[in-house]
């Protein structure tokens, strides 16, 4: 069984910077792609960031050159760093992986941005 733990969420001023992480266990093959994904309140999910196991990234429009996205496969984690973060980047975040042609999800961690 495929599990994610995320941690790192927390409440940010304006500008400010933040790191999340999200721990993958219950796997033996390598992860292919890696995730994250949020959902303000009221809006549907969308895509942040991905990143294949080949190193490969894309981004969704509104955070390039903002958030970074980056993963340890000998840790089995995935990482994204927020920085110049902004009120609408409020949500819950949520890592995704794709794992033998099936797609896991962590449980969601809170960014709350304060102006």
């Known amino acids: 069984q495929v599990r994610l733990v995320e941690s790192g969420g927390g409440l940010v001023h304006t500008g400010g910077s933040l790191r999340l992480s999200c721990a993958a266990s219950?796997?033996?093959?390598?992860?292919?792609?890696m995730a994250w994904y949020r959902q303000a309140p009221g809006k549907q999910r969308e895509l942040v960031a991905t990143?294949?196991?080949?190193?490969?990234?894309n981004y969704s429009d509104s955070v390039k050159a903002r958030f970074t996205i980056s993963r340890d496969n000998a840790k089995k984690t995935v990482y994204l760093q927020m920085n110049s973060l902004k009120p609408e980047d409020t949500a819950v975040y949520y890592c995704?992986?794709?794992?033998?042609?099936?797609?896991?999800w962590g449980q969601g961690t809170q960014i709350t941005v304060s102006s």
């Open positions: 995704k992986v794709n794992y033998r042609g099936n797609d896991y």
């Open positions: 990143e294949t196991s080949r190193g490969v990234t």
């Open positions: 219950g796997t033996i093959l390598p992860i292919s792609v």
